[in-house]
């Protein structure tokens, strides 16, 4: 059964590049109806919180988005634990004492000579002796886990292809730190191992990572789930941005974007499928692949997406928004009103002006004209189609034409030059609203 887990620190709120990655996570799963986890990487306790948690699970409640089950690092701190003695006593992870500073001219040498910066595993060639005395001195040890420069560091990933790598050319990770606290390496290939994970999908600024992660599947017995490493979000300007970062799920929830519009502009951005204005996830799940990704960073843009999420308001039921539309605004003025809308709230507004009152503009040469409109939506059979028999009888009355006969009676009629099909909006005003508002009263 395909299983994938998306599994953000909650050292922050989800932002967009998160969030694509979640929704690649549990298309994926849904399409193959399989699991779709989600696993909160809270193994550093000082910058998680509580609080980060509730919120990335109500932003993905509110994107859609609903895991199978949820799992947390910090309540599995015990199966790291045998897992890390199992591998020290194989050999496979061994103490390390040197400092930062230490590392860093280290480093620096290697640099210098024009090498690779990689460790020089000096820890792994220290006797007994020389251990005891580092501890006696206070030192405590920092852990690393040992690459087998034997062994292969491979993979076949769904978007980047055959990927290959040296592991004489990585250095031995640290896994853990001197306080005992965990790194995310080794931890999150233990949880992908014990939570039966088969898909891996995350940014590609892990692909380094999945290279390290390949020999810790190994070393612990089991093969390594498929992985599919996907290019980066750019901001609109080609570069990644700090505001792209920062872009919460709030910040588009309260600018009127539809849940399926991100979901839909996120699902396919840098695809090679086009994004479509669709007002349900379904046909994005059926038609997804990974083979159709990209590997150039794919650019989020905010224009882009509002004029998807209002290509999708002008396709949403009644059904869909009634809870969010104005008490009174029923089937037919949802009907009249959505063509014009981008987002769901700005019905509203529209709606304002249905029903009245607005501070009605001056009517200028117009006032002989609005009198004449006046009295003839008098006269008009209101129940059929009141707008085509008020301007037809207007035409015939004054000669006025286009613009000079519409306009006028719009700006009468609603407060302003522009908006929503007059036909539509006319029987919502209604017969006594109109006459009231074309004598200007
Ligand atoms: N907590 C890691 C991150 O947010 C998870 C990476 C992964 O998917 O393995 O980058």
Do not use: C
Not at 195 to 218: K, P, S, W, Y
Not at 274 to 281: F, G, K, L, Q, S
């Amino acid at each position: 059964m395909v299983t994938t887990r998306f599994a953000p620190s909650p050292t922050g709120r989800l932002h967009v590049g998160n969030l694509r990655t979640a929704i690649h996570n549990w298309m994926w799963a849904r399409k193959a109806g399989g699991r779709f986890l989600l696993r909160i990487d809270d193994t550093d306790a000082e910058r998680s919180s509580e609080e980060n948690v509730e919120a990335i699970r109500e932003d993905l409640a509110w994107i859609g988005l609903v895991p199978d089950a949820e799992e947390r690092q910090s309540a599995r701190f015990a199966i790291y634990e045998s897992h890390f003695e199992t591998l020290r006593a194989a050999g496979r992870i061994y103490p390390a004492y040197e400092t930062p500073q230490e590392l860093d001219l280290k480093r620096k040498i290697l640099l210098g000579r024009g090498l690779p910066p990689v460790y020089d595993r000096a820890a792994l060639n220290l006797s007994e002796a020389e251990r005891a005395a580092l501890e006696a001195e206070g030192r405590r040890p920092h852990w690393r886990f040992r690459l087998d420069h034997d062994a292969p560091m491979e993979w076949d990933d769904m978007v980047r292809g055959p990927q290959r790598f040296d592991p004489e050319k990585i250095s031995d990770p640290v896994i853990r730190r001197e306080d005992g606290s965990w790194l995310y390496l080794l931890p999150s290939v233990i949880d992908d191992i014990d939570l039966g994970i088969t898909d891996v999908v995350r940014g590609e600024d892990h692909v380094t990572n999945t290279a390290v992660q390949v020999q810790m599947f190994a070393a612990l017995g089991a093969q390594p789930p498929r992985f599919a490493h996907e290019a980066l979000l750019t901001g609109a300007e080609g570069k990644l941005s700090k505001r792209l970062g920062s872009l919460g799920i709030d910040h588009f929830r309260e600018g009127g974007i539809e849940p399926v519009a991100l979901v839909a502009l996120l699902a396919r951005l840098g695809t090679s499928d086009p994004v479509e204005a669709v007002t349900r996830p379904q046909p994005l799940i059926e038609t997804m692949d990974f083979a159709r990704f990209g590997r150039a960073p794919a650019r989020f843009d905010e224009g882009e997406l509002a004029g998807l999420n209002a290509r999708i308001v002008h396709q949403l039921d009644y059904d869909a928004v009634a809870d969010r539309l104005p008490d009174t605004m029923e089937r037919e003025g949802w009907a009249a009103i959505r063509p014009n809308l981008s987002t769901v709230g700005e019905a509203a507004n529209w709606w304002a002006i249905v029903e009245g009152p607005f501070d009605a503009p001056v009517p200028g040469d117009d006032v002989e004209y609005l009198a004449q409109a006046a009295a003839l939506a008098d006269e008009i059979d209101w129940r059929d189609d009141p707008w085509r028999a008020l301007t037809g009888a207007l035409k015939e009355r004054t000669g006025r034409k286009g613009k000079a006969l519409f306009l006028p009676l719009r700006r009468a009629l609603t407060g302003l030059g522009h908006g929503p099909d007059m036909a539509a909006l006319l029987p919502l005003i209604g017969r006594e609203r109109a006459i009231k508002r074309l004598r200007g009263q």
